[in-house]
């Protein structure tokens, strides 16, 4: 099964929103990158982000909407609770790599404090060009610094197969701290319809 296809812009998804006025958040893009494994039905969750509270509420509500449609779904800070030390990333990386996981969803929550939009935009595609695992996410981003943002770019992926390679990913619009804490729900709602729309759901 084929999901290649080319960058979609979620025009629909950021119009319903504001049509409605219940969101400030949009998925910018989102590609389905064209493996042929089938659609995992066991994921683990794993955000990474600077706040823990955060990355908690991320993980948890997205666990809540995957079980809801029938699949089964991990938070990963019930397994590695922090993710600042460097023995962490090492234990994240065996949970990944643990038989009976079929799938890995990530929720980066990229600092723009420093790094600016279009820096971050144009680093994403860059990503998105390459070949990347999950494994090589964790080991660059591991273990997270201790000061926190006030600005953020969001960014989904959904990974599968062996090694773990990307199926999926998604990037938001910017956000400030005070969005995140309000906005998970909206947020990870996105994502799922733009896993629903790729078919990966």
């Not at 990158?33 to 509500?61: C, H, Q, S, Y």
């Not at 890995?104 to 695992?133: F, H, N, P, Q, Y």
């Not at 959904?158 to 990037?171: H, V, Y």
Request: aromatic share 6%; hydrophobic share 45%; charged share 30%.
């Amino acid at each position: 099964m084929n999901r290649a296809g080319p960058a979609i812009l979620a025009l629909a998804l950021a119009a319903s929103g504001a049509a409605a006025g219940e969101s400030i958040y949009r998925l910018e893009d989102y590609r389905s990158l064209g493996e042929t494994v089938a659609r995992p039905t066991k994921l683990l969750i794993v955000a990474i982000a600077d706040d823990p509270e955060l990355r908690n509420r991320f993980e948890d509500k997205f666990v809540t909407h995957l079980r809801g449609r029938e699949i089964g779904a991990v938070a990963s800070h019930t397994l590695v609770p922090s993710l600042t030390e460097l023995g962490d990333r090492d234990k994240l990386l065996a949970e990944i790599e643990k038989q009976g996981i079929e799938g890995v969803m990530t929720v980066r929550a990229v600092a723009l404090d420093e790094l600016g939009e279009d820096a971050w935009i144009a680093a994403w595609k860059t990503w998105l060009a390459g070949e990347s695992t999950v494994r090589d996410l964790v080991e660059q981003t591991l273990p997270l610094p201790p000061k926190r943002a006030k600005r953020y770019g969001i960014e989904f992926a959904l990974w599968g197969g062996s090694p773990g390679r990307r199926l999926w990913a998604a990037r938001t619009n910017t956000c400030s701290r005070n969005d995140l804490e309000e906005g998970v729900g909206d947020l990870l709602q996105l994502a799922i319809d733009g896993l629903k729309d790729s078919r990966w759901l």
